[in-house]
């Protein structure tokens, strides 16, 4: 049997990894891909209670490659957000995986944008992304459809992929490292490196929480995120159905950087589908994707005490971005929201809705401000992904590498 398949059994008779993983999203894959990278003999398996991958975040998000130009350059994602974009670039490519490089307008609809749009370029210039000034009547030869106030940024680096697909592909390259999953595998609890699943007992040497929309809460079990708690915010898109290719590139706002939310702009996908969104509605519970389905009392509770909390403190304009975002449900009113962003509006076209994705958002529940970079926490025992905040799949490979950087840290404590 290969050195990297043999797993050490226990007195039990069951397996002993070396690492188990909770969740397999992308960050849970790219983690265990860098720590089998580092080390061949590694035994690692991944825990999932989805009956697969990506079926969360992971698959459900836009699909963007982001650059990295948004972030001020003191921030992780600033970083993780450059060289990410790189990596999955070269993943795609390497793997035969479709790749849309389309690129991206940011755009202005007044002179009151102004200001942002050049401190956007400032921040990609420290950050080392490509950004290229556009003048209004040179838009065109991007996209002829789309419309700004004197001047624009293009992005060139911005591309577009299938995440699913690529989940698909890393999980198969993982399995064929050796590395095991268990799907419909629920983490229960821990206890003297044991964990105890819905299915069984496992042996473990380290825990990784990868856990998405959970991860706040396993990591309460180890004492970790006493200061955090997640905060669900649903985005849907709507797909055009018109003849035509409309746009043929991302088109976006200048973003209110005070929030993590990018606002609503043009999507162009992988296989051309052109889509407009997101919102950020305040979802009910953390699972909240349609109707009642996956309801917890507990989470609807904790989530409506501190969406309270956050409307009647008004925190950081949360008042005003959950009345806007309401609004948004809407359609008529959802379309015309990027009437400033492109010359012909098409609003009877936009009507198909895409499969919901809910954002995983770290809040610091003393000074109830939505955490805008990465967070983890743990020690020698263990290892929690608190905020795998957005753009989480375009950061996701460098990120691995700093998480697994971080663990080799504190194990070397010890």
Same mark, same amino acid.
């Given at each position: 049997?290969?050195?990297?398949q043999?797993?050490?059994?226990?007195?039990q008779g069951?397996?002993?990894?070396?690492?188990?993983?909770?969740?397999?999203?992308i960050?849970?894959?790219?983690?265990?891909?860098e720590?089998?990278?580092r080390?061949?003999?590694?035994s690692?398996?991944i825990?999932?209670k989805?009956?697969?991958?990506?079926q /969360?975040?992971s698959g459900r998000?836009?699909?963007?490659?982001?650059a990295?130009?948004?972030?001020?350059?003191?921030?992780l994602?600033?970083?993780?957000?450059?060289d990410?974009?790189q990596a999955?670039?070269?993943y795609c !490519?390497e793997h035969s995986?479709k790749?849309?490089? $389309?690129?991206k307008l940011?755009i202005?609809?007044?002179e009151?944008?102004l200001?942002g749009?050049?401190e956007?370029?400032?921040?990609g210039d420290?950050?080392g992304v490509a950004?290229?000034?556009?003048?209004e009547d040179? !838009?065109?030869?991007?996209?002829?459809?789309?419309?700004?106030?004197?001047?624009a940024?293009?992005?060139?680096?911005?591309?577009t992929?299938d995440?699913?697909e690529i989940?698909q592909?890393?999980?198969q390259?993982l399995?064929?490292m050796g590395?095991?999953?268990q799907f419909?595998?629920?983490?229960k609890s821990?206890k003297d490196?044991?964990v105890?699943?819905?299915?069984?007992?496992?042996?473990?040497?380290?825990?990784i929480?990868?856990?998405g929309?959970?991860?706040?809460?396993?990591?309460?079990?180890?004492?970790?995120?006493k200061?955090?708690v997640?905060?669900p915010?649903?985005?849907?898109y709507?797909?055009?159905?018109g003849?035509?290719?409309?746009v043929r590139?991302?088109?976006?706002?200048v973003?209110?950087l005070a929030?993590?939310?990018?606002?609503?702009?043009?999507?162009v996908?992988?296989d051309?589908?052109?889509?407009?969104g997101p919102?950020?509605?305040?979802?009910f519970?953390?699972?909240?994707?349609?109707?009642?389905?996956r309801?917890r009392?507990?989470?609807f509770?904790q989530v409506?005490?501190?969406?309270?909390?956050?409307?009647?403190?008004n925190s950081f304009?949360?008042?005003?971005?959950?009345?806007?975002?309401?609004?948004?449900?809407?359609?008529? /009113?959802?379309?015309?929201l990027?009437?400033?962003m492109?010359?012909?509006?098409?609003?009877?076209?936009f009507?198909?809705k895409s499969?919901p994705g809910?954002?995983?958002?770290?809040l610091?529940?003393k000074?109830l401000e939505?955490?805008?970079?990465?967070?983890?926490?743990?020690?020698?025992?263990?290892?929690?992904?608190?905020?795998?905040?957005?753009p989480a799949?375009? $950061?996701?490979?460098?990120?691995?590498?700093?998480?697994?950087?971080e !663990?080799?840290?504190?194990?070397?404590?010890i």
């Amino acid at each position: 049997m290969d050195q990297v398949q043999e797993v050490e059994l226990t007195a039990q008779g069951g397996k002993r990894y070396d690492f188990l993983i909770i969740g397999g999203g992308i960050v849970g894959m790219t983690i265990a891909r860098e720590l089998i990278h580092r080390d061949s003999k590694t035994s690692i398996c991944i825990i999932e209670k989805e009956s697969d991958v990506a079926q /969360h975040g992971s698959g459900r998000n836009s699909g963007v490659l982001h650059a990295g130009f948004y972030y001020s350059a003191d921030s992780l994602k600033a970083r993780f957000t450059r060289d990410g974009n790189q990596a999955m670039r070269a993943y795609c !490519i390497e793997h035969s995986l479709k790749l849309n490089e $389309c690129g991206k307008l940011i755009i202005i609809t007044s002179e009151e944008e102004l200001e942002g749009l050049e401190e956007l370029k400032r921040r990609g210039d420290v950050n080392g992304v490509a950004l290229e000034w556009m003048a209004e009547d040179e !838009i065109a030869t991007i996209d002829p459809n789309a419309r700004t106030h004197k001047k624009a940024l293009f992005s060139p680096a911005t591309a577009t992929v299938d995440p699913v697909e690529i989940c698909q592909c890393m999980k198969q390259e993982l399995i064929d490292m050796g590395i095991e999953f268990q799907f419909k595998t629920r983490f229960k609890s821990h206890k003297d490196g044991i964990v105890t699943t819905n299915r069984s007992k496992i042996e473990v040497d380290y825990i990784i929480n990868c856990a998405g929309l959970q991860a706040d809460k396993i990591a309460r079990r180890f004492g970790f995120s006493k200061d955090y708690v997640i905060m669900p915010f649903k985005g849907l898109y709507l797909k055009y159905g018109g003849d035509g290719p409309y746009v043929r590139t991302n088109i976006y706002p200048v973003p209110n950087l005070a929030n993590p939310f990018l606002g609503v702009h043009f999507t162009v996908t992988v296989d051309g589908t052109i889509k407009i969104g997101p919102t950020a509605t305040p979802a009910f519970w953390r699972e909240n994707y349609r109707g009642i389905s996956r309801f917890r009392l507990g989470e609807f509770l904790q989530v409506g005490y501190y969406m309270s909390r956050l409307f009647l403190s008004n925190s950081f304009g949360f008042r005003r971005l959950a009345i806007s975002e309401m609004k948004k449900y809407n359609r008529r /009113h959802f379309v015309n929201l990027t009437r400033g962003m492109v010359k012909e509006v098409d609003r009877k076209s936009f009507r198909k809705k895409s499969r919901p994705g809910i954002r995983a958002q770290l809040l610091h529940k003393k000074t109830l401000e939505l955490v805008q970079d990465f967070v983890i926490e743990g020690d020698q025992h263990s290892m929690h992904v608190l905020n795998a905040v957005s753009p989480a799949f375009t $950061c996701s490979m460098p990120f691995a590498a700093h998480v697994v950087d971080e !663990i080799e840290l504190k194990r070397n404590d010890i």
